[in-house]
Structures are given as structure tokens and as C-alpha cells.
């Protein structure tokens, strides 16, 4: 079933083309428009059929379009509504996929003009790879999608994007802007700042005939690293976009790492243990 | 080949019903007797012919033995030593599987009299599922195993435990235990703790609106907190035994995690994505 006529993606890197992928797939969308600043990244789209047809021109891009949908860098997101938005015939749709929602929602809100309409979406798919090559049609499959309604938001233009999301084969969940940020700031970014610090106390780091402690890493490292190679950019405009929550959330943590650290220091065993049992029980719920 | 002609294993968890399982299967020892204090564990080791007989009186399980192997809990291991030394004819070699060597090697070099051979182990391998029913052949193929002797280490005893391990497959390296325990201290020690104050600080965690946040977790949560799943008392001793490194480690990863912690407040983006990059390029070298 056909949910839109046209869409255009803004941003034709791993999301993005994911996106396009998944309502060919589905047959969502008649055509699909890609906007870029890499002209052979688009080119390379459209060659491989995952969007018809491409601008390098914003306003042409978004000219004519059913839904815009913003799969771009966090930071890049309302500075991108702030140029589009002046170019959309009314009833435009407008989305994005930003891990961080409150300060987008309240700055969108603030910019898109009557008779056009917005609704913050995260859906919670990705990897540490990017870009177009990485892209598949079933990125979205089965995950959750967090949209983020305001007072201000459009019923109908939820219920539009919402089915978008489902149609991908996504659980869509409403969250408040702020509630979707603390909660994704505590089981997201904040691991990422973890494994961000742990790679930066052990790169480097020698024994005293001089061999590197990582030479001797094994799979428990590498699991707990492994988002560490995520793209640092992106994680930056992240952890600034999302500041408050991030810093309250590593406050958290480090008191509970300094809880650790004081059981050990005072040798007591069964302190530690209660606090290793407590950590386990609670991995173990995760599954 | 034939490497010895009789071993017994001291604890018949998922390290000693592996290692008895990898000597079976390619045919290193004539026989393998079990000891452990779980008599229903022994029995099944038994019937599944991982060992071929047991005893719960320890001195009857060494007695007469080539080699003993302790695959016990590290804090237990000086402990099983001090009581079994007594027992054994002349000539019979020790190793352990500890993953603190440190505490260990200086304390049975002391023990271990005139005429039989300690030497410290610790074979890199393992899984968050303990026990017998976990255990594989091929838990120890191709990982590496370090071997940690001091200047009383008899040359001879060292090859012998080295062959063990190089013919189940693992690539023996000889480290001195200093170095050992500040390695992994690093590359293990520090990286369970963090994953089990991570698990701490998430757990029990909600909004405003009372939804537990690890319900939005995803697959990056999962990997970081993977070995959170590990067994607590088996962690509790590994840090208590290594009380000296994980301080010092876990005041490296708090000053670095500090750092990002700052850069976030400043709104030093330029800071930020110096330390993520560093953080990335250390995580690719990885692989």
C-alpha cells in the first residue's frame, strides 16, 4: 500500500538509505528524491536504484515533496528545517531520525509554519558502520521507533509518520521529548562514553618491557569496546546535544564506579559481591 | 602423543572439565581423576567420561599423580596447595588456571617443597556460562596462554606445562606475574568492573513516568554489558587478588573518563571528538 507519493531523504548515508531501501521493498512511496553534499554519494544512490533521483539543491529537493525526512547529523538537523522550510508546498510532512529529541522537537516546533508539519521519530536502529554501503532494507525490522509528540503536534501527522515507521516493520512507542532523551542518554550515550573512556585509559598503555596491554585483549574487551569505533562526530554532536542528561548520567556512574573502588580499597568482599550480584541480576533482566 | 600418564583436575567446572575434554580427544593422558567438593558434579564428569575417576579426599585424588591442575577460584587455589602438597610423590608437577598470577606464584614457590615443580598458568579462555555443562573441547584452541615463572621455576617443568597447553591448542606466552596481573588487570580486570558499575547504575532506573530505561535497551547495551553476566564471587576475588592494579586502573579510566566528563560540560566539541577519535583509532587496532 502507498503511504506517500514523494519523499525525500536528507542524508543518503546508513540510515538513509536504509529508509529508501525498505519502502522500495514495501512499495510505500512512488518516488523517492535524495538531498546531499556528496554529490558521487548520490549518484551512487541513484545507480543503485535506492532513490530515484537526487538534488543538490535544497529547495528543489523538498519542492513538491509529501514528507521530508532528516537522516543527518544531530546538529545539522534544524539549521537543514530552518533553510527547507520556506520551500514546502503546504502539507508537508517533516521527520527525522536525531538520537536526541528535546532540543530538536522544541526548536522545530518554533520553525515550521502553519499548514506544515512536524514530528520528532528516532527509530532505534544503526551500527557502527556507516554510509550508504552499509545500508539494508531490514535495519529497521523489528526494532522500536520513539517518536516524540508535542503539545503542538499534528494528530494526523503522527498517525502519518507513525505508520511509516510500522510499515518498515518498526514498534513504534510515544515518548515526551525529555523522557526519550534521559532514557537514551542512560542506555545509550552513556555507554558510548564509557567505551569512549575505557579505549582511551588502555591505547597506548605499556608494560614495563614495554608491551602494549592490548596485544593481550580477548572477546570480553571487544564486546565492551566495541561501539568505541562508532563515529566520533556524530557521538560529539550527541553527547553536546544531549548535555544535561549526559553529565547527571556519568555522575551516576561514577559514583557507583567510586562504590566499587571504595570495596575493593577496603578489601570487603561482601560488599563487593552484593554490588557484582546486584549488576548481574540486572544484565540477566536485560535479555 | 602422550604427555602424562596420570592428571588429576581440581575443580571440574568449565576451565577443568575443558581441559580434561582437549586432553581426551587428542589422547595426552593415559588417565584424568576429578576432585571437587560437589560429589553429584563428579559423578556426572564420570558419566559423560570426561574424567575417568574421582575422589572427594584430596590426598587420594594427587596421590600418585604426574600432574595436578587447580581450576578452582583463584582465592581458593594457595589454600588447595598448602593442603595437598604433603601428599604427592616426587616428582609431580603443579599448575593452576588462576587469572591473578601475582599472589599466587610467590605464595607456592614458597609452599611447594623440595622435588615437585610449580608453575603459574593462565590460559585466556573462558565464557559468562560457568560450569561442567558449559565445557567444550575446543575452549582453549587457538587462544593464548600465559605462563608466569619466577627465578625458582624449575626450566624442565616449565616445558612440560608449556606442551600441555601448546598441544590443546593455545599459544603459550612466559610473562613475568608482575606483568601478567598488570596487563590483565587492564584489558579484563578493569573491564568487568565497568561493566558492573554500568549494570549498577542502570538498573532500577526510570523517568519521570516510571519506565524502567534498560526496557529501551538495544544492542549496543547489550555488548558493553555482556560480562556483568560473569560470576560475582568468581570477580570478587580476581579484584581483591589484584586489589593494588584495579585501583590504579580504575584511577586511570576515571581521570579519562573525567576528562570527556569536562569537555561535555565546556561544550568543547573540538576536545570531544579529539578523545572519540583517539578512543576509535585504538578500538581498530584492536581487531
Redo the contacts between chains.
Keep these: 500500500m502507498k503511504l506517500f507519493r514523494k519523499v525525500t531523504v536528507i542524508g543518503v548515508g546508513l540510515l538513509g538509505a536504509s529508509l529508501a531501501k525498505a519502502c522500495k521493498e514495501r512499495d510505500l512511496v512512488d518516488k523517492i528524491t535524495g538531498y546531499g553534499r556528496n554529490l558521487s554519494n548520490l549518484k551512487k544512490a541513484k545507480d543503485l536504484k535506492i532513490i530515484d533521483n537526487y538534488s543538490v539543491d535544497l529547495s528543489e529537493a523538498v519542492s513538491d515533496t509529501d514528507l521530508v525526512v532528516l537522516c543527518t547529523p544531530v546538529l545539522t538537523i534544524i539549521p537543514l528545517i530552518q533553510n527547507l522550510v520556506s520551500q514546502l508546498r503546504p502539507g508537508t510532512l517533516i521527520t527525522d531520525v536525531g538520537s536526541v529529541k528535546d532540543p530538536i522537537v522544541h526548536e522545530a516546533d518554533k520553525l515550521v509554519t502553519e499548514g506544515n508539519f512536524f514530528v520528532g521519530s528516532h527509530p532505534?536502529a544503526g551500527g557502527e558502520n556507516p554510509g550508504l554501503e552499509a545500508s539494508c532494507s531490514s535495519l529497521y525490522q523489528d526494532?522500536?521507533c520513539?517518536v516524540t509528540p508535542t503539545k503542538k503536534t499534528d494528530k494526523k501527522a503522527l498517525k502519518q509518520i507513525s505508520a511509516l515507521w510500522q510499515a518498515i516493520g518498526m514498534n513504534v512507542i510515544a515518548?515526551?521529548s525529555e523522557?526519550h532523551d534521559?532514557?537514551?542518554g542512560?542506555?545509550?550515550h552513556?555507554?558510548?562514553?564509557?567505551?569512549?573512556?575505557?579505549?582511551?585509559?588502555?591505547?597506548?598503555?605499556k608494560?614495563?618491557?614495554n608491551?602494549e596491554?592490548?596485544g593481550?585483549?580477548?572477546a570480553?574487551?571487544?564486546?565492551?569496546?566495541?561501539?568505541?569505533?562508532?563515529?566520533?562526530?556524530m557521538?560529539?554532536?550527541i553527547?553536546?546535544s544531549n548535555?544535561n542528561h549526559?553529565?547527571n548520567?556519568?555522575n551516576?556512574?561514577?559514583?557507583?564506579?567510586?562504590?566499587?573502588?571504595n570495596s575493593?580499597?577496603r578489601?570487603d568482599?561482601q560488599e563487593?559481591?552484593k554490588?557484582?550480584?546486584?549488576?548481574?541480576?540486572?544484565?540477566?533482566?536485560?535479555?
Excluded at 552513556?190 to 598503555?205: E, F, Q, W
Excluded at 557484582?276 to 535479555?287: D, E, G, S, V, Y
Aim: with cysteine.
Design positions: 532505534i526494532a522500536k520513539i515518548l515526551s523522557e534521559f532514557i537514551f542512560a542506555v545509550s552513556l555507554p558510548h562514553i564509557i567505551a569512549y573512556a575505557l579505549m582511551n585509559s588502555l591505547g597506548g598503555l608494560t614495563s618491557n608491551l596491554v592490548t593481550f585483549s580477548g570480553g574487551l571487544r564486546d565492551i569496546t566495541r561501539i568505541a569505533s562508532s563515529d566520533p562526530v557521538w560529539r554532536d553527547c553536546l548535555r549526559s553529565l548520567l556519568i551516576r556512574f561514577q559514583k557507583n564506579l567510586e562504590e566499587i573502588r575493593i580499597e578489601e568482599g563487593l559481591e554490588k557484582f550480584m546486584a549488576a548481574k541480576k540486572c544484565r540477566l533482566n536485560l535479555i
